[in-house]
RNA sequence: GGGGUCGUAGCUUAGUCCGGCUUAAAGCGCCUGACUGUCGAUCAGGAGACCGCGGGUUCAAAUCCCGUCGACCCCGCCA
């Protein structure tokens, strides 16, 4: 049966006239004599009506109908009898008084119902995603991703960006998160890598004369898994020749404002609020400040070296900090809520939670009487805390404070209900471009290690490589990180001066970074670029909670595809023929050989 | 690598603390029947569970203990 139209396609206009629909049976309404269908197609649903006064053979079909068949259908529409309408439905006025009915195909009753509001375990919908994207949050979101990427292209296209892509075989790099390898067959012992990013490949590019390169490029890091991160990512990754910080970060102040004015209807004001590093973890702990609300952190360590209170010295003396917060004259906290919140700090790995209430009596706080009222007043008058408000104090080494008093922020914003539903965009800029690895005993590029310098510190990355901030910029939203970029290093002196600083040899570099090294050489221009977390953009354009809900196939946590059943065991053949032999597995799965010999 | 939550009919859950009044319960879905204006149709009846898996304790285990597998959340990690 070929269709003549969509149900989307159905009006109140064409009463009287013969079409044909094909779809999925959405639902079934037997009453012994009336019988309705629901017929769906590309997720617009029309009603299909077969009466028994009609083809009794044709009825008697219908019964046999089950939600999910496949069918197709030749009728003539219908006005529908007044009083029966179905204003939920954009084709709620109209019916298809069915003449033909064709059972194209059945199917089994599904694993669960795709009514939106049900609540089905992850587990299941992945396993299922066939069915699970039949759902219509599923769809909404996959069909706003398309309109997203094109959207986004388009723009970026009209700017005058070229998009090329770069490949997904690429090489392994020593810095930055753990590469997927893949085995070379042709060059035995050798393998490719998946990139991180394409990052290399356009700066290459720049090098070249693309002056502005962009691509929706998919991105892969072997690290492990949370609600914002799978092992596959999606970035809008751009770069430009000739620009620094404010071109960069207009280019993507433009996009973004784009995509929410024209996908959402939201017009964001722009530019976005700057933040430099340090600003942020002394004001917010963190260098992904959630801004939709005050809360601002106090680094509060002088002030109490007045007290007694033996806790807090003893951080101190060991260098550690003592971070406060308030609620910011919003709503009171209950004996119950206080203890609570000490246990949570505790789960999230600190040692406990001080609090006192701000000048009103004690209330039982355990270290209140540590503080005279005087200083009390001083720290209420700094924390912007009304009278009666509970006064928060994290004490702790600075890294992990900063840390605790971030969470701990946040969580008492988001119990509280103090959070706006708002966006708020910020740029964090002037990151250090180093940071020292206890792990590693060496410093580390902060961003990566093409990032520059700013200029007036750039003479210090040989001496004093710690005082020196980058020409970075993370773009945060509402508390999560949606881009990063950088300007790049052009001159491969001051390239080779940072290899240096970071420990990587001139012969290391050579072999690893050689292709990058040597295009510097030739002419190539001052450019920087960015790259913007597609999925990441799209959770939170959309309030989801988790990343794996903007992907039509995730990975499990364990970075496992319950649809294709990766990653999976391969042939002896196929490992021969890398050269390859597996020393261990520790679940004791079997080869493909052997599962098939069973 | 570490910490935590969860796993009971196809789905969602109750029962698990405190072992035995459980023949393991319910809603939805499924099957059968009734029903001519429904749209989450309605009404009546029915089938459906080795309580994730393995071991242990006990007269007795969905329930307690140990191990293991899986899903999820967090720390580490993620330039």
Same mark, same amino acid.
């Given at each position: ?34 019988? &309705? ?97 039949? $759902?219509?949050?599923?769809? $909404?979101? +996959? ?17 005058? &960006? ?129 801004? $939709? &609300? ?45 203890? $609570? ?25 355990? %270290? ?22 509970? +006064? ?18 946040? =969580? ?34 902060? =961003? ?41 290093? =052009? ?35 001052? =450019? ?24 039509? &196939? ?25 050269? %390859?032999? %597996? ?16």
């Amino acid at each position: 049966m070929k269709r003549t139209h969509s149900c989307g396609s159905l009006t109140s206009q064409m009463l009287g006239q013969q079409v044909v629909l094909t779809g999925w049976v959405a639902a079934v309404r037997d009453h012994g004599g009336l019988l &309705f269908i629901d017929l769906r197609d590309e997720q617009v649903m029309a009603q299909l009506v077969f009466n028994p006064e009609g083809d009794a053979a044709l009825h008697a079909r219908a019964r046999e109908v089950r939600p999910e068949y496949v069918v197709g259908v030749e009728g003539q529409v219908k006005r529908r009898p007044a009083g029966t309408e179905n204003p939920r439905l954009t084709t709620g006025g109209i019916e298809i008084g069915v003449a033909r009915l064709e059972i194209i195909n059945i199917s089994s009753p599904l694993p669960f119902e795709l009514d939106a509001a049900a609540s089905v375990s992850e587990e299941v919908r992945l396993a299922y995603r066939f069915v699970d994207l039949k $759902r219509a949050p599923m769809q $909404r979101t +996959l069909r706003f991703r398309h309109r997203l990427t094109l959207e986004a292209r388009n723009w970026l296209a009209s700017q005058g &960006f070229v998009e090329i892509e770069t490949p997904v075989l690429t090489r392994s790099t020593p810095e930055g998160a753990r590469d997927f390898l893949v085995p070379s067959r042709l060059v035995p012992g050798t393998f490719y890598a998946l990139p991180q990013s394409p990052q290399q490949f356009k700066q290459v590019l720049m090098v070249s004369g693309f002056e502005k390169y962009f691509q929706i490029a998919r991105c892969f890091r072997d690290e492990d898994l949370r609600s914002d991160r799978q092992p596959e990512h999606t970035q809008i990754d751009l770069e430009m020749s000739f620009v620094d910080e404010d071109e960069v970060i207009r280019v993507v102040e433009g996009l973004v404002s784009r995509l929410y004015q024209s996908l959402l209807g939201i017009k964001l004001e722009i530019p976005f609020p700057r933040l430099k590093h340090a600003e942020s973890l002394a004001r917010f702990g963190t260098d992904k400040p959630d801004m $939709r &609300f005050g809360m601002e952190l106090a680094d509060v360590s002088v002030l109490v070296r007045e007290t007694e209170l033996k806790i807090f010295r003893a951080v101190m003396d060991q260098g550690g900090v003592v971070l406060a917060l308030a609620t910011e004259g919003k709503p009171r906290l209950s004996r119950e809520d206080l203890n $609570r919140l000490t246990e949570w700090v505790k789960e999230q790995g600190g040692q406990g939670l001080a609090w006192l209430k701000a000048g009103a009596g004690d209330e039982g706080s355990p %270290i209140s009487k540590f503080f005279p009222e005087g200083l009390v007043k001083r720290l209420a008058g700094r924390l912007k805390a009304a009278p009666g408000e509970t +006064l928060f104090f994290i004490a702790d080494k600075p890294h992990k404070a900063r840390m605790l008093a971030d969470m701990l922020r946040r =969580h008492l914003a988001s119990r509280l209900d103090l959070i706006p539903s708002k966006n708020s965009f910020v740029w964090i800029t002037e990151f250090p471009l180093f940071e020292w690895s206890e792990d590693e005993g060496r410093w580390v590029s902060m =961003h990566h290690p093409f990032t520059a310098p700013l200029e007036a510190d750039a003479a210090r990355v040989e001496n004093d490589a710690g005082s020196v901030y980058a020409r970075a910029y993370d773009l945060v939203l509402n508390g999560t990180e949606v881009a990063g970029g950088s300007i790049r290093i =052009h001159r491969r002196d001051l390239q080779e001066k940072v290899f240096k600083v970071l420990g990587i040899g001139e012969v290391q570099a050579r072999a690893q970074f050689s292709f990058l090294l040597n295009a510097l050489e030739y002419g190539a221009p001052p =450019h920087g670029g960015i790259a913007v977390g597609l999925d990441r953009l799209i959770m939170l354009m959309l309030n989801l909670t988790t990343i794996r809900d903007t992907i039509a &196939f995730p990975k499990t946590q364990k970075g496992t595809c319950l649809v294709s059943g990766a990653p999976a065991t391969v042939s002896d053949r196929q490992l021969k023929e890398l050269n %390859i032999k %597996i020393l261990q597995r520790d679940d004791g799965r079997r080869t493909t050989d052997e599962e098939r010999d069973e």
